[in-house]
């Protein structure tokens, strides 16, 4: 069965390092999105992306972020220069246009020191 | 704006009924969504239900909606060990980027 892969799983980073978190999406779904939960808080939405560009974002995704899709399968997330509070697991998922239902990736842990 | 909640903690013997409820305040929603999250893992989606039904049912798992009082529920039948886990309940719209909003999650604990 086809799954959203992210990577890495983890990632530890210095505060004002640059990261940039990857995602793939499954193949035939065209809407994707990232997602963002800090440490026992609520899964939050970062941004979505739609034929290669920004639909809607959130008042959290700021200029710090961007997202890409650098080419037809990885969708990236990135971070210009780290935040103490932007360590969190970062989820992307991308959506079946059939049936408007939005799969997971297993998430990247985002630590900064 | 939207705003999805849930009761924090849900505590069950093994082989009876867990019930996990939701309350979701936007009127729009279309689709609603329950997604179990396992300790370090990521969201696994269990079971969606169309906002123009009232039940679905899908093996073990049994929702619920009651659209007047913006309330959904997620029943699961003969609970497992396996079942332990962070419940979440989640809503969209259509239209926009179709965003989902997350309640807070139910932790559910299975004992023997």
């Known amino acids: 069965e086809p799954e959203v892969t992210q990577t890495p799983s983890h990632q530890v980073t210095q505060m004002g390092q640059e990261v940039i978190l990857r995602c793939v999406p499954i193949?035939?779904?065209?809407?994707f999105y990232w997602y963002r939960q800090i440490l026992g808080q609520k899964v939050e939405f970062l941004v979505s992306?739609?034929?290669?560009?920004?639909?809607?974002k959130s008042e959290i995704f700021d200029d710090q972020f961007s997202v890409e899709r650098p080419d037809g399968s990885n969708f990236t997330l990135k971070i210009r220069s780290t935040k103490l509070e932007d360590s969190a697991m970062y989820f992307c998922?991308?959506?079946?246009?059939?049936?408007?239902?939005?799969?997971f990736g297993p998430g990247t842990r985002l630590l900064v020191l | 704006g939207e705003d999805v909640e849930q009761s924090l903690f849900l505590s069950v013997r093994e082989g009876d009924s867990s019930v996990i409820n939701c309350t979701y305040t936007?009127?729009?929603?279309?689709?609603l969504y329950w997604y179990k999250q396992e300790p370090g893992a990521g969201l696994q989606l269990l079971t969606y239900?169309?906002?123009?039904?009232d039940m679905k049912q899908d093996q073990r798992l049994t929702v619920l909606l009651n659209k007047k009082d913006k309330h959904l529920s997620l029943r699961i039948a003969d609970t497992q060990t396996g079942d332990s886990a962070i419940y979440f309940c989640?809503?969209?719209?259509?239209?926009?980027?179709?965003?989902?909003?997350f309640g807070t999650g139910t932790q559910l604990k299975v004992e023997l």
């Open positions: 998922a991308s959506r079946d246009s059939a049936s408007g239902t939005q799969y």
């Open positions: 193949s035939n779904h065209l809407y």
């Open positions: 992306f739609y034929n290669n560009e920004i639909s809607e």
């Open positions: 936007d009127s729009s929603s279309t689709y």
């Open positions: 239900i169309f906002s123009n039904m």
């Open positions: 989640a809503e969209t719209t259509t239209g926009g980027g179709n965003k989902l909003t």
